[in-house]
């Protein structure tokens, strides 16, 4: 694991050691919180809180050298700013987007990026999740960039996800819908497809003014019945003609570290 000097604290301004000093030196001192783990508190976080403790928890993964993968969404955002406090600390180290956006911002705070094509083996891959169940398996896909994610995660040597509390499920599908990535040619056809295996599914951002992936793609946001085993539906799910890619990141195996509402992080 890549750690950070005094001079670059990996959690927000507020935010303590979960031991409960505050010194810049305790930001890497393995500190008591869930199941022994190494975290950072404070009291009273609420969602942007927490995923700022899990956020700044997996920027201390990063080490010189390392190319990584870099996710796309709200906390993904929240990691790429604590990176580039990093990179100006003096980490070097190279990051491959899964989103135009997510390049945009790292380019913004100083981080260097490549291609999966000029690096195609990844040291680490880090990203955010909409579910997690007790497994790891996971949905993702909210954030629009599930095709090049799956891409990049499968790249990685190694995966690390972000979440907060509110991601954390029993069941796949049970507070979000499964995204899955269409072509645009006859996703009418797609979707009818879909409804057969069980899907409800629903065009993200409407007929009138779809949201486009960054490959041009289009996105159906299927719910499906509370009995339905999505992750036995994957490879039927995929088979669709003109599905692309589904939301649906199952056996992958995560290390998962889960801002809470007390302020520690904890890892699964």
């Known amino acids: ?17 979960a031991s409960g000093e505050r010194s810049a030196e305790a930001i890497d001192t393995p ?49 790429l700013t604590a990176l580039g406090e990093r990179v100006r600390a003096g980490l070097r180290f ?4 899964t989103s135009e956006a997510t390049a945009r911002q790292a380019r913004e705070v100083g981080i260097a990026l490549v291609t999966l094509e000029e690096r195609p083996d990844l040291d680490l891959d880090i990203d955010g999740a909409d579910e997690v169940d007790p497994r790891g398996d996971m949905v993702k896909g909210l954030g629009g960039a599930l095709l090049r994610e799956k891409i990049v995660a499968c790249a990685a040597r190694r995966l690390v996800i972000m979440v907060d509390e509110s991601k ?31 899907a409800n599914p ?8 779809p949201f486009v992936t960054d490959g041009g793609n289009l996105i159906l946001d299927c719910r499906f019945p509370a009995a339905a085993d999505l992750a036995a539906l994957a490879g039927p799910v995929k088979a669709v003609v003109g599905v692309v890619e589904h939301g649906l990141f199952t056996g992958m195996r995560p290390t998962v570290l889960i801002g809470h509402a007390d302020g520690t992080c904890e890892e699964r």
Do not use: H
Request: hydrophobic share 45%; glycine share 16%.
């Open 202 to 209: 629903v065009l993200r951002g409407g007929a009138a003014s």
């Open 168 to 198: 954390l499920v029993a069941r796949l599908g049970e507070k979000t819908a499964v995204p899955v990535e269409v072509v645009p040619f006859g996703w009418t056809r797609t979707a009818q497809a879909l409804r057969a295996l069980g």
């Open 94 to 97: 190279t990051g491959v987007p």
């Open 31 to 79: 500190a008591p919180n869930r199941g022994g783990r190494r975290g950072w508190r404070k009291v009273g976080c609420d969602q942007a809180g927490q995923k700022a403790v899990a956020a700044r928890r997996a920027a201390a993964e990063v080490a010189d050298g390392m190319v990584v993968g870099l996710g796309t969404g709200s906390t993904a955002a929240v990691l």
């Open 1 to 17: 694991m890549g750690t950070a000097g005094a001079s670059t604290p990996l959690y927000p301004e507020g935010y303590i050691a």
